[in-house]
């Protein structure tokens, strides 16, 4: 492993997350959904080796990024940010009444933000039926949020896209939302990105619909165990080898707690084409041990 | 041979749905119904090759194998009784719970009686692959007899909501949450009979946002007492959670959405998570059993059999419900 590869503090802790268990989750306690605790914890993780933060867009991680970028200038991580945060979204659907009072919602959060840009890519949307001028006005206004909280100095790497966007857009053969996205992007000058729990169909889909991958972060589970990797570890492993041009990060390196870490890297050392890791860490010696870790057998 | 399938109701569910079957090699998705003029003109605008209309009737003439109906619940009956009617299809899954009440759930059960066909309700859990394995244990006999269950059913999808918050159109908290865990104690123990009922509101004076009761096994040589907890404002439960507790005269079981744990009388115990139950699946989104789900009522279709759990599966989910709701009233009379 000679290229250097980009290690990212994961999000999920903060938000009460462990697709081992529920229980587990909420046995972490209260602390890592305080900012002040889980930006310490981003902290820690760039002092040990982290470049970056990959996290949903929410009112957690934005207040996280408040902390954060009040630090040092030298010391501030690279912005991996995944938009919408769906879990948000859903139950924002389930207290407004279902999809119709969702977009409503997220009209007026969006007409309130003063965000011209925004404004102005929305009306056009509305007004035009155009689904392609509503997804960049969208963006526009997570990237506004973004920028609000982070400063204007953030290192905005990339905007992926969530998972269950991504995954319905493959299955639902959208391929307009994928070429919107990164052309958007790439005028924007900030890295497009994919989050998928199918990241060998997303491959076949790009080959077929023709979708260049240079630039392109894509976020997906790689692990040992195949834990999450649709349809097969085999398949993901032989559609990785296939993507030499994208950046691929991988998440779900520890088969969500069910992996020790020497073992998790023991595996990913290996993966052909690997660009990223990304890892969520909820105390502090684990933010120490795991980056120094992965500084030491990825770099 | 590909099943024609239309989806009705873009929502939420309707869309996972629609996505699954659009990936499903033994599936064409021919339709899209959805009565929102908004959710329509960008629905045809954003999903190519797949119609989107407005109206049930313009369903009629296409040819299909099978309709899923994904709307709010209480427009379940009329649109399921129009699909037969018209003779859209013969063959309807329903998003759970199948209906808005007991007497609707029987006049839809009625119906398919009438109509055959292939009939079936989103109860997921069942094809998750822990309870999956619980199930299994159970029917083994590796529990013996079991005399105690706890099952619980939270979520904090209603934590913190104003009052007079949207929870109606969900018909409450053990029609859109419970249920779930209902239907598995039924799948697990078979017949059951409410004992006595707390249902709370928490949020408006006609919600129900909280349940208590407990039920005692019927028609059959199990004695066999439970009790079920349900609740939408729980902290803590950012995704909703179900699990049960299992005593029997030979250990306990716990299981859960993760996980399944054993603990025998002679003092061996055993853990599985769902890592080592093979969650495998094609495609993954919203959770694994979906797709399991989708998978297995297309089969049925495909293969003349009968899918499960059908209507008059879930008429047995309807009916606990109706119990406690009865109890609970008959409580409230008798305080007065």
């Keep these: 492993m000679n290229s250097k590869k980009l290690l990212l503090v994961g999000d999920n802790p903060f938000h009460g997350i462990s697709h081992l268990s529920q229980e587990r989750a909420t046995s972490r306690g209260n602390d890592l959904a305080h900012p002040n605790y889980a930006a310490d914890l981003v902290r820690k993780s760039l002092e040990n080796g982290a470049d970056g933060f990959m996290f949903t ?5 934005l207040s996280i990024l408040r902390i954060i970028s009040k630090g040092e200038e030298h010391n501030r991580p690279q912005l991996y940010a995944i938009v919408p945060y769906a879990y948000e979204f859903v139950r924002l659907a389930v207290l407004a009444g279902g999809v119709p009072g969702l977009a409503m919602k997220l ?5 309130f933000s003063g ?17 392609a001028s509503l997804l960049r006005s969208y963006i526009l206004y997570e990237a506004s949020r973004l920028k609000s909280s982070a400063g204007k100095k953030a290192a905005l790497a990339s905007i992926l896209l969530h998972e269950v966007v991504t995954d319905m857009a493959l299955a639902l053969n959208m391929d307009w939302l994928f070429r919107t996205h990164i052309e958007f992007m790439l005028d924007c000058r900030i890295k497009p990105g994919f989050e998928t729990r199918n990241f ?9 619909w023709g979708i260049d991958f240079r630039g392109v972060v894509i976020a997906a589970p790689f692990n040992a165990l195949g834990f999450q990797m649709c349809p097969s570890r085999e398949e993901c492993e032989k559609a990785l080898a296939k993507t030499s041009e994208a950046e691929v990060i991988v998440f779900s390196i520890l088969a969500s707690g069910y992996l020790k870490l020497p073992e998790a890297i023991e595996y990913i050392v290996n993966l052909p084409n690997l660009k990223g890791v990304a890892v969520g860490v909820s105390k502090k010696h684990h933010a120490c041990e795991t980056f120094k870790l992965l500084k030491e057998k990825l770099r | 041979m590909k099943a024609k399938v ?4 873009l929502g939420k569910m309707g869309l996972l749905h629609a996505s699954i079957l659009s990936v499903l090699d033994d599936v064409e998705l021919v339709a899209l119904c959805e009565k929102s003029t908004l959710v329509r003109r960008f629905g045809k605008r954003i999903i190519q090759g797949v119609s989107v209309v407005a109206d049930l009737a313009e369903l009629c003439g296409m040819g299909l194998d099978a309709v899923y109906v994904t709307t709010p619940v209480p427009s379940h009956l009329p649109i399921i009784k129009a699909i037969y009617t018209k003779g859209i299809a013969h063959n309807v899954f329903v998003e759970k719970p199948l209906a808005s009440s007991y ?17 079936m309700v989103g109860y997921n859990r069942r094809f998750s692959v822990t309870f999956r394995k619980a199930k299994q244990i159970l029917d083994e006999g590796t529990l013996q007899e079991p005399s105690f269950f706890e099952g619980y059913a939270y979520s904090s999808d209603f934590l913190g909501a104003k009052m007079g918050s949207k929870t109606s159109s969900r018909g409450g908290v053990i029609s859109d949450l419970g249920c ?5 104690a039924l799948w697990f123990f078979g017949q059951l009979e409410v004992e006595s009922a707390k249902l709370e509101s928490l949020i408006g004076s006609d919600s129900e946002d909280s349940a208590y009761f407990k039920v005692r096994a019927s028609g059959g040589p199990l004695a066999l007492g439970g009790e079920f907890k349900s609740s939408w404002c729980m902290e803590g439960y950012r995704l909703p959670e179900i699990g049960l507790l299992i005593k029997g005269s030979n250990g306990t079981m716990k299981v859960d959405e993760d996980k399944v744990e054993l603990k025998l009388d002679d003092g061996s115990s055993f853990l599985w998570h769902k890592h080592d139950l093979g969650d495998d699946v094609s495609f993954f989104i919203g959770g694994t059993e979906y797709l399991r789900e989708d998978e297995f009522f297309i089969g049925s279709i495909l293969n003349g059999s009968n899918a499960e759990p059908s209507f008059q599966t879930a008429c047995k989910v309807e009916e606990i419900i109706d119990q406690v709701k009865r109890v609970k009233e008959k409580s409230r009379r008798n305080e007065q």
């Design chain 2, 103 to 119: 007497a609707e759930v029987e006049e839809l059960c009625n119906l398919t009686r009438n109509q055959g066909g292939v009939n």
């Design chain 2, 180 to 184: 779930h865990v209902v239907d598995l």
């Design chain 1, 57 to 61: 867009v929410s009112e957690t991680t």
């Design chain 1, 107 to 111: 009209a007026q959060q969006i007409a």
């Design chain 2, 6 to 9: 239309a989806v009705v109701g």
């Design chain 1, 200 to 208: 060998a169909y997303l491959v076949k889909k790009f080959e077929e």
């Design chain 1, 115 to 131: 965000n011209w840009k925004a404004i102005v890519n929305g009306l056009r949307g509305v007004i035009g039926t155009d689904p």
